[in-house]
């Protein structure tokens, strides 16, 4: 099989793509733009690499994007939230397919809209729109929330958010790789979006619950206002008010969701919040 592109490499899913690929003895040509970073990253997490080749670029270095992509069959595409992430992931895409590459598997957000009230969504939505008048050969992920966001949540045994009751689709990072893995490696195109969400929608307590008896540490979730939650960003020099707008969503059901999109596609269930806990067991104890 031709080596797939990877732009994203070292992100939370685009790091157990490079893994889930080298696993399935897929060449990997890995974008990243500190390769010695992203090695030091597979190797204290254990990721397999065997087959990928790490190569030091910005995605914004189009030059260095046709070079990765020449003699690639495939191409996952994940980038950050940053203002210029269309023209980013865009121009990378075009240059990807100049090249002969496709089909293309984006990361998208499962609130991707042209009138969303996050930044990133209306970003996912125009990138989404751009990808699919580019080829007919793409597949659009628009996961949840990422379990994996909880190793920042997750501070002094308090998970401290303006979430209410509410549940949400939390969703394993691994589980969203192994959908792309799989749609790459059968070079089969799903050629829509598919909304991508974990077992069974989530409250924060239950979470919490999750991390404690994964941890034997207890772990509380403490509901704040939105207010509260902000002033704690700005001292970490985090503020966003679109984050905590993600919050409110959650405490309003907004994100209360479930698909069976990873079962379908992978054939295998994705992981439950209790398999994540226990699987990140040392990670959260040693915080
Ligand atoms: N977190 C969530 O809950 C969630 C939920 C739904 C959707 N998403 C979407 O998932 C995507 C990834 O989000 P994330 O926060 O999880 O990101 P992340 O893990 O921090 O990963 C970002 C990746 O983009 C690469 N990157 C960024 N700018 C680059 C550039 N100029 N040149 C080359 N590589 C660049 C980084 O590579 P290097 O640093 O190695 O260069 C890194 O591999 C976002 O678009 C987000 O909207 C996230």
Redesign the pocket.
Known sequence: MKPVLV?????????HVVSGLADARVPVRA????AT??KETFAAENLSIAGAEFIQ????DLDAIRVAAEGCGQAYV?????PE?VE?EVNAVKAALEAGVGPIVK????DAAPDAPFS?AR??DEIEREISSLTTEFSHL?????M??LFTEVIDNVIYLPAGDGRLGIID?RDIAATAVKLLVDETPLRRTAELTGPEPVSFSRIASAITAATNTEVVYEPCTEQEFLDRMTARGQSSSEIARVYRDVSDGVLDMHTDEVEKITGRAPRTIEQFALDYAERFSSR
């Open positions: 732009l994203g490499a070292t992100g939370k899913v685009g790091r974008i990243t733009r500190d970073r992203a670029a910005d995605v914004r994940a980038s950050s939230d940053v992430q980013m990361l998208s957000s499962c990133w970003q996912h628009r996961p949840h929330y990422f994996q966001n990072a």
